[in-house]
């Protein structure tokens, strides 16, 4: 026969034992049942007996139970057979941690999570910019992302929230959708707003999407915008393609962070399309994965966000300058973003998206047309993305200290992402931005003699080539760069006068 240890803990005297045991016993009942052990209970100790690693199981749960009404929470079937399989799989963190923690309160109801692997989930949410989290149906990838989403809203971290999925279809065709556009996408979306409606109440969310607080668009509405300050929740990922995961990821402005959720056994996209979600996981460099059965993949990376190392590039026009590169943990941020937009085409399918966001004076229209000219000067291949922000000089030295790890603005920096030829054909292709300082421009103008305007367009070249993969460290590198730059704002002159 095993041997049999008989273990006894107790219960402090400030916990009624009725919170612990539950009316009737029904709470002891349910650890009785679940471990192969008797249990007796005199006051406030309990006694345990039986084989001795399902005994010290047993006293582990009743302390974590203890634990839970220490904090604050009541004791219920769900959280007693929560903590019951916890204890059985030796999780860790451990259940009282897991299941007091907090995502949302409304209205008296808590959102909690129920497993380690959501319990990982939230922490990724919370450290991460970007969060993959995959799993099957019913784990609460979606739910747990808004409730975070929401939370995010009401604590100011963010100025909106945009949830998205794409418009496809489960395994049906529906036709003919009468009605106005949001009409005919709402049936897409309704799930996205069954979790809304959990979370905040009905008045709240319509006057926030009045005012585009809250935003639910299907994701081919995405492309072309810059997303800055938000939370963005990404639904149904399963059935995205490769392009339109990389659309998507490039659409991250500053301030803003993304969950991307999505079932990949689940799979709804017409055949010949390949979805793209598992890819993006398993290459992600710095993932952190927790699965089973109740809950979802969270892997999480601040760099998971572009299919690609994305590296900053500081540069400047200076003789004494230097340069570094660095591995910068942000997406693209620039591309459309609010402010003074509009595209220039440079080719067939090329555009130029140039936006100003400070207060020194800059044509803007000017550097769309010497942007356009200097790619079509130089041939740049694919239908490619470009985009040019003016910002100040706070801004600057922000970006400057968080990419280059250098100290106060510079006058540019280029955040390079597709190099011409990378990509595949059809696959959308994004050159990369330009950061410029109008305002450290005018003082190096001063200095050079020449004019605010003459030092932005240099700047604004320097920085283009930059993504094409010119550079300046080397003296016979800076001669090369610098005359090709000489060449292109003297050919862009002489094209800017001719009639």
């Known amino acids: 026969m095993p041997s049999t240890t008989s273990v006894k803990t107790s219960v402090p005297d400030h916990h009624a034992m009725v919170t612990v045991l539950g009316s009737r016993d029904e709470l002891l009942k349910l650890v009785e049942n679940a471990f192969d052990v008797e249990i007796l209970v005199r006051g406030n100790d309990i006694t345990v007996t039986g084989d001795a690693e399902e005994t010290a199981k047993v006293v582990v749960?009743?302390?974590?139970?203890?634990?839970?009404?220490?904090?604050?929470?009541?004791?219920?079937?769900?959280?007693?057979?929560?903590?019951?399989?916890?204890?059985?799989?030796?999780?860790?963190?451990?259940?009282?941690?897991?299941?007091?923690?907090?995502?949302?309160?409304?209205?008296?109801?808590?959102?909690?999570?129920?497993?380690?692997?959501?319990?990982?989930?939230?922490?990724?949410?919370?450290?991460?910019?970007?969060?993959?989290?995959?799993?099957?149906?019913?784990?609460?990838?979606?739910?747990?992302?808004?409730?975070?989403?929401?939370?995010?809203?009401?604590?100011?971290?963010?100025?909106?929230?945009?949830?998205?999925?794409?418009?496809?279809?489960?395994?049906?065709?529906?036709?003919?959708l009468p009605g106005t556009l949001y009409e005919k996408i709402d049936p897409y979306l309704r799930p996205l707003f069954d979790a809304l409606y959990d979370m905040?109440?009905?008045?709240?969310?319509?006057?926030?999407?009045?005012?585009?607080?809250?935003?639910?668009?299907?994701?081919?509405?995405m492309r072309g915008r810059t997303l800055n300050d938000s939370f963005i929740v990404l639904d149904e990922a399963q059935n995205t393609t490769a392009e339109q995961m990389k659309m998507f990821l490039t659409r991250l402005g500053f301030g803003s962070r993304a969950v991307v959720t999505g079932d990949v056994t689940q799979v709804d996209l017409p055949s010949g399309r390949h979805p793209d979600c598992a890819s993006c996981v398993t290459s992600c460099p710095a993932s952190r994965v927790s699965s089973s059965a109740s809950s979802p993949v969270a892997t999480s990376s601040a760099t998971a966000s572009s299919p690609r190392s994305w590296r900053p590039t500081g540069c400047s026009t200076s003789r004494t300058a230097s340069v570094r590169t660095a591995e910068a943990g942000r997406p693209s941020p620039l591309a459309a973003r609010a402010g003074r937009t509009s595209v220039v085409p440079g080719g067939p399918l090329m555009s130029v998206f140039v936006a100003d966001e400070q207060t020194a004076p800059v044509d803007s229209d000017r550097v769309q047309r010497l942007a356009a000219f200097v790619l079509a000067d130089l041939r740049v291949p694919d239908a490619m993305e470009l985009s040019v922000l003016c910002v100040d000089a706070e801004a600057i030295a922000q970006l400057n200290a968080h990419h280059m790890e250098a100290e106060g603005p510079t006058d540019v920096l280029a955040f390079p992402m597709d190099l011409p030829g990378e990509t595949a054909a059809g696959e959308p292709a994004i050159l990369g931005d330009v950061?410029?300082?109008?305002?450290?421009?005018?003082?190096?103008?001063?200095?050079?003699?020449?004019?605010?305007?003459?030092?932005?367009?240099?700047?604004?070249?320097?920085?283009?080539?930059?993504?094409?993969?010119?550079?300046?460290?080397?003296?016979?590198?800076?001669?090369?760069?610098?005359?090709?730059?000489?060449?292109?704002?003297?050919?862009f002159r002489g094209a800017e006068v001719s009639p």
């Open 435 to 491: 950061v410029l300082c109008p305002q450290v421009a005018a003082g190096q103008a001063a200095e050079h003699g020449t004019t605010a305007q003459a030092e932005i367009d240099l700047l604004c070249v320097h920085g283009i080539l930059h993504l094409l993969g010119h550079d300046h460290a080397e003296p016979e590198e800076r001669r090369r760069m610098f005359a090709l730059t000489d060449r292109l704002l003297a050919a």
């Open 200 to 221: 905040m109440d009905a008045e709240q969310i319509q006057l926030l999407m009045e005012r585009g607080t809250i935003e639910v668009a299907p994701l081919a509405f």
């Open 61 to 176: 749960a009743f302390a974590e139970l203890v634990k839970l009404l220490d904090r604050g929470h009541g004791l219920d079937e769900g959280n007693v057979g929560a903590t019951i399989a916890m204890v059985r799989a030796a999780e860790h963190p451990s259940p009282a941690d897991v299941l007091s923690d907090e995502a949302l309160t409304h209205r008296g109801r808590s959102i909690r999570p129920k497993t380690v692997g959501q319990k990982r989930y939230l922490d990724a949410i919370r450290a991460n910019t970007v969060v993959f989290g995959i799993g099957p149906a019913g784990t609460g990838k979606t739910y747990l992302a808004m409730a975070m989403a929401v939370l995010a809203l009401k604590r100011r971290e963010v100025n909106r929230i945009i949830l998205t999925r794409p418009a496809v279809e489960a395994g049906e065709r529906l036709g003919f």
